[in-house]
């Protein structure tokens, strides 16, 4: 009911969810079937973006150089594919996790980790 409601009147629910003990600021919006949820910024999280470029001159880049990156970025671009991404990080602990457990003993598992 309330996805068709939002649907129908174009509009997205906002709210305040807790987290991990900290607050999110949300948008709940119809999604297919069913909702979807995002995390929004609260203002003060919010920055104008050109403060942080203020340093940087106006010069403009060699033609030569603009058509070379116009062209390498061209011939790079491929539709984007989720599933060629992983969450290494989620990986290594996850392993971690399952190697402490299978050892049983109180000593701390450390692995070199490849830079």
């Not at 969810?17 to 079937?33: F, H, M, T």
Request: proline share 2%.
């Amino acid at each position: 009911m309330l996805r068709e409601a939002l649907r129908r009147s174009k509009k997205v629910a906002l709210g305040e969810l807790s987290v991990r003990g900290v607050e999110k600021l949300v948008a709940i919006k119809p999604c297919g079937k069913g909702l979807l949820l995002e995390t929004l910024r609260y203002a003060d999280e919010v920055r104008k973006g050109q403060f942080f470029f203020a340093d940087i001159d106006d010069a403009k880049p060699k033609k030569e150089l603009l058509d070379l990156a116009t062209t390498l970025i061209k011939q790079r671009s491929a539709l984007f594919d989720a599933a060629e991404f992983e969450d290494r990080y989620v990986e290594a602990l996850k392993k971690l996790i399952d190697e402490k457990a299978k050892s049983k003993s109180k000593k701390a598992i450390i692995e070199e980790v490849a830079a």
